[in-house]
């Protein structure tokens, strides 16, 4: 098994718009989650953080980290997906010997 460096960019195949979360969710209500396939076939299911009256089955998307973390989160970087071509930029995250890198 070896890694692969993936585009990070794909199309939205499907999605749901959610009303009632979670407590931790709640500040992000409502919100969508949804399934986007890569460019390189893999399908990834995540957030989206966008604007909901923009979204649409086949949107092109983008994957973004947020890497703030808190103690009621697990201590990894958190992925979502946003529009391609938004200002928002993605970071590149890396695996050096076991360890997360973000830049």
Known sequence: MQWTQLKGTGKLLTYS?????PSAFQSFIPYAVGIVQLTEGAR???????????LKI???LKVAFDLIQSESWPSWARYYFVRAGSLQESTQVTHDEGNIKAS
């Open 17 to 21: 718009v959610v009303h009632v979360a």
């Open 44 to 54: 990834l299911p995540g957030m989206i953080r966008t604007d909901l009256k923009d």
């Open 58 to 60: 086949g949107s092109d």
